[in-house]
Structures are given as structure tokens and as C-alpha cells.
């Protein structure tokens, strides 16, 4: 097999391109990829200040290491989520990366350590609030990355969901047809209101395959179990269908989900009436000042649940 550009050997079939890579190639696709995300749905331009959310997997890892390469000066936020023995482990993958390869490149890596700031780990912190475990940590990290962004003026916040997140979510969403949150699905999300940071998702338009791939062909050194509070849930089960009817027929994902997002910018106003919406319905969580619908924010109720509980 030779790569379909430039007939060298190559390492990476993509068939859902009818092509194959050899690694230089693969990784041009790859950065055009992200370019095209960044250029097509005007994420950030040259000198915006970035922050990338990174987990120690390899999506989040590979948008660092390609928007570095690119030429973005992004810096970098982890979540120790207090998960015991996977939380050490993601954290170091991140550390590791960031001393080796950003910070040289003049990059910088924040913390937050959930036991630190909330009191406990996520997996505590649920039991207290009789909530599931992944429900409470994505209320913690979707504040967390939040407040991160807007505390130190970061012009916007980026996450590394790539196709199959993005594929997997759109069928959760269509088949429980919950609407509502199909105008939320795009892979660039304006600050509506003061106190939001734009959030972007710049690797949609690459696959999972392809990401772990692009971690392995430059060394990058990533997490590569799942969350041990994943096991089981929906979004795997959706991928998994997702990625036979990809091996039947290839490029379904992207047509499934790239065609979503073109019919939803023909939706027009689109951003716009969601911005007019978020500011009639959002204001300052009466505890801590973030956006919110209701008088305090699900972050600051779930603390305050939880700390309730501790004290009875
Ligand atoms: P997930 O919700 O685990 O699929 O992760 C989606 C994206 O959220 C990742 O690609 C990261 O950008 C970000 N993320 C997830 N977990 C963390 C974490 N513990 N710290 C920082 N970013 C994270
Ligand atoms: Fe949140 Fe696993 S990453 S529960
Ligand atoms: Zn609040």
C-alpha cells in the first residue's frame, strides 16, 4: 500500500477518504484538517489567547500538540477529577507532555485539583449528592474549564471532542429527539453573554482513529484506558454502532454529522437568536456570578448539597 500522495510507503489507510498516508502526509492531512475546523466555523485567529482543555487522552493531548505546531501559542488547563489510581496516571501523561514538549514552546499548564477545591474527589462529591458519577463531574468540569477561561482572559476554550463524540452525541440527541440541545451542537459556540468563554472543538472533522494514530506516529504519550466511571455508558454503545455501519459503509460519520451542521448554518439566525436568548434568560448565579438560568448556578447547588450532607 502507497500513499495516495506522495506514493511512498504508506502507514494509515483512511478509507472514508479513499486514501492511505505515509506519516509526513498523514500528518498534513491531519493539520489541514484542524485548519480547515479552526478557518470554516472562525474559531480563533493568530493571536487569540487559547486555552486548551486537556485530559491526558489522546484527542486532547493531539489538539494541544497540533495547535502548537500550527503555530498557536495555546496554553493548557487539567482537572485532576480525584478518580483514584486513573487520575494520578492522566496527570502525568499531561505533565510529562507539557515539561517534554509545551513548556519549552513557551506554553503554560494550569491546574485544578477537585479535592483540593471542591472538598472530594467526583466519585465522593456524587454519592453525597445522590448523583450519577459522570453527571457530577461534568457539572464540575464544564464550570471548571468555564471559570478557567474567564479568570485568566482567555479569548476562548477549547476541548478535544473529535467525529465519533460528535457522531455519538447528535444520535443520542436525535434519537430521544431532544431538540433543544441540537442548536448546542456545533463545534464553535460564541460567549453569548459576559461570564460564558466561546467555546470550539477544533479536531470534529478527525476521527478517534485517526487521533490515536497521529499520538502514536509523533510519540506522544497518552492515557489510553477510558475513565473507569464510563464503562458502560450510553456514548459507548452509540460509537460502537456508529463504527459498524463506518466499517459497512465508510465516511457515514462525517456525512451524519458534518451534514447536521450544514443544514443547521442554513438554519439561520442561528448564533445570533441563540445569543439574543442566551441574554434574556441568563444572568449571575447569586453565589458565584457565573451564567445561569435559575438563582444559583448547578455548580453552586451542588456543592452546597454536598456540604450539606457532610454536616448532618
Ligand atoms: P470527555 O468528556 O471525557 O469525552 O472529554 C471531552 C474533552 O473534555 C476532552 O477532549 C478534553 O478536552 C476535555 N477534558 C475531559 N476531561 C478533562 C480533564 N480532567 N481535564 C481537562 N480537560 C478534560
Ligand atoms: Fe468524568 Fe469519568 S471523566 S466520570
Ligand atoms: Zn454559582
Partial sequence: MNCTRCKLKAVMKLPRHNAAFCKACFNDFTHDQVGRAIRSESMFAKGDRILVAVSGGKDSLALWHILLTLGYPADALYVNLGIPGYSERSQEKVSRYAESVAVPLGATLH???VEKEEGAGIRELAQLVHRPTCSTCGTIKRYQFNRAAIEHEYDVMAT??????EAARLLGNVLHWQTEYLDKQG???????????KKVKPLYRLTERELAAYCVLNKIDYIVDECPMAQGARTLLYKDVLNRLETESPGTKQYFYWGFLDKQRKKEPGHAAMAEKDQTMLHPCSTCGQPTTADVCSYCKLIARAKNEVSR
Avoid: E
Avoid at 463545534?187 to 468563554?197: E, Q
Fill in 111 to 113: 491546574f485544578h485539583t
Fill in 160 to 165: 478535544g471532542h473529535n467525529l465519533d463524540d
Fill in 187 to 197: 463545534p464553535s459556540l460564541p460567549a453569548s453573554v459576559d461570564g460564558f468563554a
